[in-house]
T-cell receptor, first 115, second 112 residues
Framework: NAGVTQTPKFRVLKTGQSMTLLCAQD?????MYWYRQDPGMGLRLIHY???????AKGEVPDGYNVSRLKKQNFLLGLESAAPSQTSVYFC??????????????FGDGTRLSIL | GNSVTQMEGPVTLSEEAFLTINCTYT??????LFWYVQYPGEGLQLLLK?????DKGSNKGFEATYRKETTSFHLEKGSVQVSDSAVYFC???????????FGTGTRLQVFP
């Protein structure tokens, strides 16, 4: 069972470079999320999607863009990387019902360093 | 706004000791409450959940009871093992939103 797969697992960028993080899920989930995890701050929501073709801003969206062209994929883009974006990025997905007690399923994370 | 507050770590215990990790929340209405666990180098996994007041979630020997009167959801385990060493996150979800609100996480270290 693949679940939620994130690529790449590690990446080092220079300030100003761009890159895209890919999240793929094989559970036919409607909802997908991108978080960043920083020491002492828990997980903070960057952007999320409630279905194919939709995206919405989370708590810390500045400097990031997202796209959900296919239901199973959710892409996170950094147009011009900054050292403040050094973090571990997690993707999650959940089934799309109005009942919010459905758990989110997480990938193993992407560790991104911006020099 | 909604928020989750967890006790700061690390929590350091000997094997077979009793564990409590405190979690309190602020929310309107009746949120669902969750505990997630993150093992080293991995993503978060759902440990247990409770969806209404007085519900008790349990899994792998861990328990937490939804206490609306004290707005708490403390995580407990009667006898911890070295393999329980991880970071534990408390989280809440409101019925009318699509998002989880996480606490900052509590690192548990269990020594033999």
């Amino acid at each position: 069972n693949a679940g939620v797969t994130q690529t790449p697992k590690f990446r080092v960028l220079k300030t100003g470079q761009s890159m895209t993080l890919l999240c793929a899920q094989d559970m036919n989930h409607e909802y997908m999320y991108w978080y960043r995890q920083d020491p002492g701050m828990g997980l903070r929501l960057i952007h999320y999607s409630v279905g194919e073709g939709t995206t919405a801003k989370g708590e810390v969206p500045d400097g990031y863009n997202v796209s959900r062209l296919k239901k199973q994929n959710f892409l996170l883009g950094l147009e011009s990387a900054a050292p403040s974006q050094t973090s571990v990025y997690f993707c999650a997905s959940r089934t799309g019902t109005i009942i919010s007690n459905q758990p989110q399923h997480f990938g193993d994370g992407t560790r991104l360093s911006i020099l | 706004g909604n928020s989750v507050t967890q006790m700061e770590g690390p929590v350091t215990l000997s094997e077979e000791a009793f564990l409590t990790i405190n979690c309190t929340y602020t929310a309107t209405g009746y949120p669902s409450l969750f505990w997630y666990v993150q093992y080293p180098g991995e993503g978060l996994q759902l440990l247990l959940k409770a969806t209404k007041a007085d519900d008790k979630g349990s899994n792998k020997g861990f328990e937490a009871t939804y206490r609306k009167e004290t707005t708490s959801f403390h995580l407990e385990k009667g006898s911890v093992q070295v393999s329980d060493s991880a970071v534990y996150f408390c989280a809440l979800s409101q019925f009318d939103t699509d998002k989880l609100i996480f606490g900052t996480g509590t690192r548990l270290q269990v020594f033999p």
